[in-house]
């Protein structure tokens, strides 16, 4: 194994974190990777947005669930999918963006996604620890606002970042062959693994808690997946300028 590699498999989510600032020069070097992760045809669709501001931080933390770590981490940041670029870049060579259609929504979302995935590993690499917030989709208008976020572009998820003050266990995921198959989706011999990888779960839970949880991964999805999840998102998306045609 690399060091690479080793960084990716060692990866958990960190929600407490040293009083210490993060320095510039890391700071940049995590934004520097981020914009080295691969776009869609070089559209580069998507703003990294940084915020400093106190206040804004407490606002957006009780926004995102009253989620605390926000505003408690040493930097936060909120990757958004941009398409405003793109529409100015039309603009400049006197052309009309083809607005609203599902496959620059779908472009805009992963050239985020990807950037953000690699600037948490670039993070994790500069002895920092992390964790992604998509509860700031549970009031995107309200926190385009605070970020002064325009038509055609919207907050996908935000990210803290900070030298870590614990040390959680890694969660065990999906045995491999659930979610990697040869040729063809199949789901051959899958509920016997899930069934095994629900204990293994379960007794991660009950380790982490003493015995106060034993959740499984199965009724974890459920409970969730049972539920319509963030239903305000189309309308914002639709206001934002993505139209899904």
Known sequence: MNETVNILKAHKSIRKYLNQPVEAEKIKTIIECAQCAPTSS?????????????????????????QKYVEQCPLFLVFCADLNRSKKSCEVNDKTMADGNTETFILATVDAALAAQNALTAAESLGLGGVYI???RNNPLEISEILNIPSGVYPVFGMCLGYPNHNPDTKERLPLDVIFKTDVYNTNGDAEKIREYDAHVSDYYKRRTKGKRADTWTSQVSGLMSESQRPHMKDFLDNQGFKFK
Request: charged share 20%; hydrophobic share 45%; proline share 0%.
């Open 42 to 66: 070089y559209i580069q669709a998507y703003t990294i947005i940084s915020v400093v501001d106190m206040e804004n931080r407490k606002k957006i933390a009780y926004l995102a669930g009253d």
């Open 134 to 136: 998509g509860g700031i």
